[in-house]
């Protein structure tokens, strides 16, 4: 039986909960965060759904045909990973309706909907509508944003609790097998992914990436600063590893908008003048820094288009750092 990261814990008991309860409504939708091993939920999930203990735990047959992604009643969509377009979001609906095995409800796992156009999400916010009876949906999304309101209000959305710091930490330290590194050193490598274990687990066992992020971030706090240009900043990036590296620039802006936020509050506290109220870091406004923000969100979709990326990039972000103080 696979184990449960013990950052899915605290969503997987609520789910078992309201099961036991009879209140789990036949909709729901988690938020697919990148690095957390998200998508094993929508598996674990069907495991309390199907499970003859209704937790996943007992090893019945259920749990190891989920376990060996053969369970008959389960039907999976990835729209992360596949082509998937308006029929095939009508097929599963029909599936759905076909009689169920074993005396046990089915399950639609749609992974991405928010990937889905806008006429395939209709198609799908029909059959939430008027579900089949003894059927669940398990959706999850990376972009909220994405998602048809309509959708949205249909569903219910499991959160997911914050990652505790020493939790993560023993995690990995029981996962890179015989490095001897302290949890210091551990919490300093996981600072650069966000906390994200499964970046940070890859990164502990190759110091040279390690060296490489340092560098990219200093390298990104620079170029915030105005010490080194979008050019200098942009040398390395093409449409191949462009994803990974707006992902990371994405993270970092967020970070140093935290940062200001902070201060900024901080500051409110003791003095009302006006100047005060909106500091700034090297000149750079948290305003500007929420333009550069969607900048880089808008050019990680370009991604997959036949866009120069690094001439693109580079145009958008000499402007921005022209304007940066604004
Ligand atoms: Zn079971």
Not at 1 to 25: A, C, D, F, I
Not at 52 to 81: M, R, T, Y
Not at 244 to 249: G, K, Q
């Amino acid at each position: 039986m696979k184990n449960v990261y013990p950052w899915h814990k605290p969503l997987l008991t609520h789910v078992e909960k309201q099961l036991s309860m009879g209140r789990l409504p036949h909709a729901l939708l988690f938020r697919h965060r990148y690095g957390f091993f998200d998508e094993v939920l929508g598996r674990e999930i069907s495991k309390r759904l199907l499970c003859e203990a209704q937790n996943g735990k007992d090893a019945c047959k259920h749990c190891h045909l989920i376990d060996e992604n053969n369970h008959p009643n389960i039907l999976l969509l990835d729209v992360v990973n596949e082509k998937v377009g308006i029929d095939d979001v009508r097929a599963i609906e029909q599936q759905m309706w076909q009689t169920s095995m074993f005396d046990k409800p089915k399950v639609a796992y749609i992974r991405g909907i928010d990937l889905l156009s806008i006429a395939a999400q209709n198609a799908l916010l029909k059959t939430l509508e008027e579900p089949p009876k003894n059927t669940f949906f398990i959706l999850s999304v990376e972009n909220i944003s994405r998602v048809l309101p309509t959708i949205m209000s249909r569903v219910q959305r499991l959160r997911h609790s914050k990652v505790e710091q020493h939790e993560l930490l023993h995690w990995l330290q029981r996962h890179i097998g015989d490095q001897a590194l302290t949890e210091a050193a551990i919490a300093k490598i996981a600072k650069l992914t966000d906390n994200a274990p499964q970046p940070t687990l890859a990164l502990l066992s190759a110091p040279d990436e390690v060296a490489k992020l340092e560098k990219e971030k200093k390298q990104f706090v620079d170029f915030l600063a105005g010490k080194i240009s979008a050019n200098v900043l942009l040398a390395q990036i093409n449409n191949d590893n462009a994803e990974a590296i707006l992902r990371r620039f994405c993270r970092y802006t967020e970070g140093m908008i935290k940062f200001l936020f902070e201060k900024s509050s901080a500051i409110t506290d003791k003095t009302t003048e006006n100047l005060a109220q909106h500091p700034k870091w090297h000149g750079v406004s948290s305003r500007s820094l929420y333009r550069l923000y969607d900048i880089l969100v808008s050019h990680r979709h370009l991604v997959y288009t036949n866009v120069n990326m690094q001439m693109q990039l580079t145009t958008h972000l000499v402007d921005w750092q022209h304007d940066r103080s604004s």
